[in-house]
């Protein structure tokens, strides 16, 4: 009722008024949007036991043109470029105490990698067939818990050798995880090198169901044969 008084009495001119909401209505796009983009970066902390060593690295994963996770400790720092489908379409690996400095990336059905590799130069060039690479399961994995399909195989790097491995994962199905005093209710995946590679070994992810965000890894380090490791989500779970 007041607006149509303000309007009887040229208080508040239509004109005015549309100008107005339209300024209201930008103003609402633009906070949105800001809101939107303090939104696209999803960070966590976790703790890696590998072997007797064990230490922290931050998991930082920017959602802009495709997806861009970070994992950096105070050894490393692996970079991992996805694409929206999650698959890896580059990666890095730098690590000053060992001389480290090398980049992956895929064109077409090969992997390149170029740089240095504990001290000494590095160029390879691998052929893969049409499926995925995924260099980082935490991240990469999560589409799959959402799809109807009990397996996937994809490619994927071993940081420590820099070997080229075809690997499947598998559901496990749903279950309680218990981290620290909390129990959390988790997907399973596990996975394992592909042909007769994999009669030696698995690991295990541990994804929360509400969101995918994985909570925990227990195995080799990302492929079978690796020293035993377990990547464990830090508090707040």
């Not at 740089?115 to 260099?135: L, S, V, Y």
């Not at 227990?218 to 035993?228: C, E, M, N, Y």
Request: hydrophobic share 40%.
């Amino acid at each position: 009722m007041l607006f149509f008084k303000l309007n009887r009495y040229r208080f508040f001119p239509k004109t005015h008024l549309r100008g107005t909401i339209i300024v209201i209505a930008a103003l609402f796009i633009f906070l949105h949007s800001q809101l939107t983009a303090a939104s696209a970066t999803e960070s966590h902390r976790y703790l890696q036991h590998s072997g007797d060593n064990s230490y922290y690295f931050d998991w930082i994963l920017d959602r802009s043109d495709g997806y861009l996770l970070r994992a950096v400790s105070d050894a490393e720092e692996h970079v991992t470029v996805m694409d929206d489908a999650w698959a890896t379409q580059r990666w890095s690996l730098t690590n000053t105490a060992e001389d480290t400095a090398i980049e992956a990336f895929r064109e077409g059905n090969r992997i390149v990698l170029q740089g240095r590799f504990r001290g000494e130069r590095f160029d390879k060039e691998m052929t893969i067939d049409d499926a995925p690479w995924f260099q980082s399961l935490s991240s990469s994995l999560r589409p799959f818990l959402y799809t109807p399909q009990q397996s996937t195989e994809f490619w994927t790097l071993r940081p420590d050798k820099l070997t080229l491995h075809k690997v499947r994962a598998c559901k496990k199905g749903q279950a309680m995880l218990k981290l620290g005093n909390n129990q959390v209710e988790a997907h399973k995946v596990e996975v394992r090198l592909t042909g007769i590679a994999s009669l030696f070994g698995s690991g295990c992810y541990w994804f929360r169901s509400s969101d995918q965000l994985l909570l925990h890894y227990q195995g080799p380090r990302g492929l079978p044969g690796i020293p035993s490791t377990t990547i464990t989500l830090e508090p707040p779970f």
